[in-house]
């Protein structure tokens, strides 16, 4: 198989899996689509699929593959936040200002105050 194809078939992984574990598993009930997708995310990375079958793993993520998908995901990245900014209504945010400030200092020191902790807790 040449790179294309290969690179077709990671693309069918990422986006039939997580639905059909979403649809046929029924997890609609207690996980939405989007907690199933980072969750098969995770499971397809080198940390689950690449420790179960390596071989499967270098195949289809290979580095030609990866290369593309990351620049297809960047580009994901940057049409979510541009129609994120496109619902943005500024005069209810300005409204509601000090929910606002409070959910956007949460959703901004609640992770990197995270992500330090397990920093020091892996670096010790």
Request: hydrophobic share 60%; no cysteine; aromatic share 12%.
């Amino acid at each position: 198989m040449n790179t294309s194809e290969i690179f077709l078939v990671a693309m069918l992984l990422i986006f039939t899996l997580p639905f059909l574990i979403w649809r046929l598993g029924r997890t609609e009930y207690f996980a939405p689509l989007v907690v199933v997708q980072i969750v098969t995310g995770i499971a397809l990375g080198p940390g689950v699929l690449g420790a179960a079958f390596p071989e499967y793993y270098q195949f289809v993520f290979n580095p030609a593959v990866v290369q593309s998908l990351s620049g297809i995901a960047w580009w994901a990245v940057m049409l979510f936040v541009m129609l994120a900014g496109i619902e943005l209504d500024l005069k209810d945010a300005w409204a509601h200002r000090r929910d606002s400030s409070t959910a956007a200092g949460l959703a901004l020191i609640v992770p990197l105050l995270t992500g330090s902790l397990v920093a020091a807790v892996l670096a010790t």
